[in-house]
């Protein structure tokens, strides 16, 4: 913390201008140097992903340097780029995901405009239940769900336990609560006289959502979708424990259960996997990064 | 082209009357200003008319039609915000025909009318243009063209000024004023600065605690206000307030302020004022430039007394001085050339034929 | 929800002669109802019926035919994993969001402090950890800690130091799922943390500075109360994350060794799920729900308070 220490002001008032500029020196020195250790802290993981996913078996298990790659392949991607189970892991988080962002959006945007801009009866009480769902975590209740889908299949016959589409139903209650209420604090910053003015303007209220507050609150919106994505993509529990035949699973769960087989890993197929796993949340982050970030902090910030 | 009309029109949020039963008849092509203190109930008045709040009682008329049940869309106004309200998202041509474009006018139609407004307002080049693009004024212009392309019975502009720096809103002001000798649209107009009312209006409507105080031209409230809110209210500096008894002593008739004052009524007012007489509460209201230095040659009215000036503050072509009577600081208002220094005593003069007097418990003037 | 409508048409006979203005009013919370119907009922449907639904279950035998109380709870209570396993979730939850928190402050100070133009070079590879499916990245964990080549390890031996039983031995396997979870978790409070440290008008640094105020008083009086909001509400929210997390015990250790790395969710899925004893399962994953609604009930207190201070 020294480092930070000497960052804003001189320890004491006789130093002179030199030494407070001396101190900055140093306290950005120090910071550039935990950065750096901090930064090989947080990326050995996915380099190391990426080093393995680069080596064939033999030298996987040869006794050279782990953290080097003698022979560089690009085989583990070939053969699992080539391999029909991948590729439908693949196919079906996608699918899952960006169908899953779509219900999210349909759902919570309309809720989010209607709970800031609509009073309604209930409707206070409403955006804070939101708030309290977002807080119940899928760990409580997968079980009550797990044994609904049983019981929902002894009354019906539809069958939704192993089927990938029953992911459609559960992600939302992941993503919608959470999706509503940053929403509600975006629309929330749109200045009142603006629906007004378009209310003396003659929009209707579905007008003005989607001719005014959808285009305006558009930020909101990348972001709100960034997270609904991410989160679809990354789930993990809701497969595992819905899912189980290959043809039906989504990539983490796929990943994990048919690349590793007993007590044999392929340790190479896996870190490639588990790479291309994570690409399309990272290609997402790199390109639109402002609005992931903006989407992160706006839970705690607003409302 | 409407005449818009209130009666006895009362706005309660929960148990708070923010509007207290106002009655008020603008004419056709009349330019009326709603002027008082935040929360008089002006902004809420006007809301009612634009219907973005509901009538708690009373009714308001627009072209003759109750339109109290009418939803804004179809009471055919047109409104101004403070924020100016343009949609961040739309070119200034967007923003100007979102409401013809909604009520389905044909293309042709819709761009005559943006470009009829565009050239009233003097902002033809800047129709594609984004409101982030825009300055404050240039801004303000279009929030006014997307009120003309609409061709409405009624203007309604709340505070529109407001967000402007102080150059810039006195020549929107002039703006405004243009516009609407050229469009003649029935419009009331919401503020609380009295000189934007004072200078735009066809008439002032003061407003206090939810209440009408006074309705009249700018010189009409500025030179027989009712009540002492408006007189305090209309004009700058405001109005001096000095407490004093009506004493008669040989027939005539004086204002005692203290033990070195004593103000003579003109015999002009006597007779007006006679009844009052013994009323110990009154308050002498002159303005400032009714309080100048003495002239050599007596005037009749106007009555010398010696002030010892706390502040003075030369604005150029006059000069303010702020001395005290009674404790209170009164303001003057003197010629540069008379001397008046910081801490130094004036000789000073009241101009009593410009004199108002209040009634202190009431607020009536006499 | 049908309420909603029908007090409205209660103001409505109560007034005289509005009428389309008011129907106007009725419709909208007519419309505005209709929009958050679909939310309502997910809500209604897939939280609060199963989450209820957890606490029937809870009371039924392995079976699901007989209710029989609370006799899964004081079963639980005779387990010694049970205990062990509400050991292991508080002191996993807790130790992880100190650290996550204690690193995330510091390195959000490290960015804050270095030139402006550089900073968002810096976020942006600092926050990766948080952007990887954490079942992804814990997979890579998996393999550095693998027994046989371990990367660290290698490191570790290179230097003459004996390797490390990383998920083999209790102490060192419960050492790692936290670490782990702090890899993950410290990147989004570092980003919480540093959207607060700049949120902090500069005026305030500069008073404090003429103020005469040293680093330590800035910090104590200017920052740390100007960030006091997020540094709970962000530890908050964690804890109730954390607590409940599943994905990186799951895949790192999958509890074992000896189940002595459980934490209430993975075991809950091993009895429920995979152990097929769905009313046990149950059981367990509902003592979550003390510390959700403490953790719960602390957050709401503080955007209550901050919507009333709007």
Redesign the interface.
């Given at each position: 913390?020294t480092?930070?220490?000497?960052?804003?002001?001189p320890?004491s008032?006789k130093k002179g201008y030199g030494s407070m500029s001396r101190d900055r020196q140093w306290?950005?020195r120090w910071?550039?140097f935990?950065?750096v250790l901090?930064?090989i802290?947080?990326?050995?993981?996915?380099l190391?992903?990426l080093i393995?996913s680069l080596k064939t078996s033999q030298e996987?298990?040869a006794i050279t340097?782990?953290?080097w790659v003698f022979n560089p392949t690009l085989d583990n991607y070939k053969e699992l780029l080539g391999s029909g189970t991948f590729l439908t892991f693949f196919r079906n988080s996608a699918v899952v995901s960006i169908s899953v962002v779509i219900i999210t959006m349909?759902?919570?945007v309309?809720?989010a405009?209607?709970?800031s801009r609509?009073?309604?009866?209930?409707?206070g009480a409403?955006a804070?239940?939101?708030?309290?769902?977002y807080?119940?975590?899928?760990?409580?209740?997968?079980?009550?769900?797990?044994?609904?889908m049983a019981v929902f299949n002894e009354y019906t016959g539809i069958e939704l336990i192993n089927r990938w589409w029953v992911l459609l139903?559960?992600y939302?209650?992941l993503t919608?609560?959470f999706c509503?209420w940053i929403m509600i604090g975006y629309f929330a910053s749109i200045p009142k006289e603006l629906d007004e003015a378009a209310l003396i303007d003659g929009a209707t209220?579905?007008q003005t959502l989607t001719k005014i507050f959808i285009p305006v609150a558009l930020p909101g919106i990348i972001a709100a979708t960034i997270f609904a994505f991410?989160v679809s993509?990354?789930q993990?529990?809701y497969p595992?424990?819905f899912t189980t035949s290959e043809s039906q699973l989504v990539l983490?769960?796929g990943?994990?259960t048919t690349l590793i087989k007993g007590d044999v890993?392929n340790?190479g197929q896996?870190?490639t996997g588990?790479?291309l796993?994570?690409a399309p949340?990272?290609i997402i982050?790199?390109f639109l990064?402002d609005y992931?970030?903006a989407g992160?902090?706006a839970?705690?910030?607003k409302? | 082209m409407a005449e818009v009309h209130i009666r006895k029109v009362v706005k309660k949020y929960d148990e708070v009357l923010a509007v207290r039963g106002i009655d008020l008849d603008i004419r056709d092509h009349e330019f009326v200003v709603l002027v008082g203190p935040s929360g008089c109930g002006k902004t809420t008045t006007l809301r009612m008319i634009a219907?973005l709040e509901?009538i708690t009682d009373g009714e308001i008329a627009i072209g003759g039609d109750v339109v109290?049940?009418?939803?804004p869309k179809d009471r055919d106004i047109a409104m101004v915000f403070q924020n100016y309200a343009l949609y961040p998202h739309m070119s200034v041509h967007e923003n100007m025909s979102f409401g013809l474009r909604l009520k389905k006018f044909p293309k042709d139609e819709i761009n005559r009318r943006v470009d009829e407004a565009a050239r009233i307002l003097d902002i033809t080049e800047l129709l594609d243009r984004k409101p982030k693009q825009l300055s404050g004024g240039q801004r303000q212009r279009v929030a006014m063209g997307r009120a003309i392309v609409r061709n409405p019975k009624v203007f309604l502009f709340d505070e529109p000024l407001s967000n402007l720096d102080a150059k810039l809103r006195v020549q929107m002001r002039i703006e405004i004023k243009k516009v609407h000798q050229k469009v003649r649209t029935t419009t009331v107009y919401v503020t609380h600065d009295q000189v934007e009312a004072m200078t735009l209006a066809d008439r002032v409507v003061v407003m206090n605690h939810g209440v009408i105080e006074q309705v009249g031209t700018p010189t009409e409230l500025y030179h027989h206000p009712r009540t002492r809110f408006v007189a305090g209210f209309i004009g700058s500096p405001a109005m001096n307030f000095i407490p004093c008894t009506i004493q008669e002593s040989g027939g005539q008739l004086a204002l005692r302020v203290n033990d070195q004052i004593s103000f003579p009524v003109p015999p002009a007012r006597a007779q007006k004022y006679s009844q009052h007489k013994g009323n110990g509460s009154v308050l002498l209201g002159l303005r400032p430039e009714h309080l100048t230095e003495a002239k050599s040659q007596p005037e009749p009215g106007i009555v010398p007394f010696d002030a010892n000036l706390e502040v003075t503050e030369p604005m150029g072509m006059e000069t303010f001085v702020y001395f005290p009577i009674n404790g209170d600081t009164i303001c003057g208002r003197v010629n540069p050339t008379a001397g008046a220094k910081d801490g130094a005593p004036l000789k000073m003069a009241a101009d009593l034929n410009n004199m108002h007097l209040i009634d202190a418990k009431t607020g009536l003037v006499l | 929800?049908v309420?909603?409508t029908i007090?409205?048409e209660g103001s409505v006979m109560r007034a005289d002669r509005?009428?389309?203005?008011?129907k106007?009013?009725q419709r909208?919370?007519t419309?505005?109802?209709l929009?958050?119907l679909?939310?309502?009922l997910?809500?209604l449907v897939?939280?609060i019926?199963?989450?209820l639904?957890?606490v029937h279950?809870a009371m039924l035998n392995k079976s699901?035919q007989r209710f029989v109380g609370l006799s899964n709870f004081s079963f639980l209570f005779t387990r010694e994993t049970f205990w062990m396993v509400v050991w292991q979730s508080c002191i996993f939850a807790l130790t992880a969001v100190f650290f996550k928190a204690i690193?995330g402050f510091?390195?959000a100070?490290?960015?804050h402090?270095?030139p402006d133009k550089g900073q968002?070079k810096?976020?942006?590879?600092?926050?990766?950890?948080?952007?990887?499916?954490?079942?992804?990245?814990t997979?890579?964990?998996l393999?550095?800690f693998?027994p046989s080549?371990s990367?660290f390890n290698?490191?570790l031996e290179h230097f003459g130091i004996a390797g490390i039983p990383w998920l083999g031995d209790e102490h060192w396997a419960r050492f790692c799922v936290i670490l782990v979870n702090v890899?993950i978790g410290?990147?989004?409070f570092m980003?919480?943390y540093l959207?607060?440290l700049k949120s902090v008008p500069e005026q305030l640094?500069e008073a404090?500075?003429i103020d005469?105020?040293?680093?330590?008083q800035?910090m104590r009086f200017v920052t740390l109360p100007m960030m006091r909001n997020?540094i709970m509400?962000?530890a908050l929210?964690s804890t109730?994350?954390t607590f409940?997390?599943?994905?990186i015990v799951?895949?790192l250790t999958r509890g074992d060794p000896l189940d002595q790395t459980h934490v209430?969710?993975t075991w809950?899925?091993r009895l429920?799920?995979e152990g097929g004893d769905?009313p046990l399962?149950?059981s367990v994953?509902?003592f979550?729900?003390p510390i959700?609604t403490i953790?719960?009930i602390f957050?709401?207190r503080d955007?209550v308070k901050r919507?009333n201070e709007a």
């Open positions: 913390m480092a930070t220490a000497t960052s804003s002001v320890s008032a306290a950005l910071s550039y935990f950065l901090f930064v802290f947080f990326l050995t993981p996915p190391y992903m393995t996987i298990s340097n782990p953290w349909l759902i919570a309309p809720s405009f209607a709970l609509m009073r309604f009866w209930g409707s409403l804070t239940g939101v708030f309290l769902t807080l119940i975590p899928e760990t409580l209740l997968f079980i009550p769900l797990f044994k609904m139903i559960l939302p209650t919608v609560p509503t209220w579905m991410t993509w990354a993990f529990l595992l424990a983490p769960v990943i994990i890993f340790w896996i870190m588990a790479l796993g994570a949340p990272l982050y790199a990064m992931y970030i992160l902090t839970g705690a910030t409302g | 219907g509901d109290n049940d009418v939803p | 929800m309420d909603a007090k409205n509005r009428n389309s203005l008011q106007a009013w909208k919370s419309i505005a109802f929009m958050t679909p939310l309502i997910l809500i897939l939280v019926y199963p989450a639904y957890a279950l699901m690193i510091f390195v100070h490290f960015v402090n270095i968002r810096w976020r942006g590879m600092l926050l990766i950890p948080w952007v990887i499916p954490p079942a992804m990245s997979l890579a964990w393999w550095l693998d080549y990367a290698w490191i890899w410290a990147p989004f980003i919480m959207a607060s640094y404090a500075k005469g105020a040293n680093w330590w800035t997020i509400i962000t929210f109730i994350v409940a997390n599943f994905d799951r895949v209430f969710a809950a899925f429920g799920i769905i399962g149950a994953s509902l979550m729900v959700l953790g719960a957050i709401l955007i919507g």
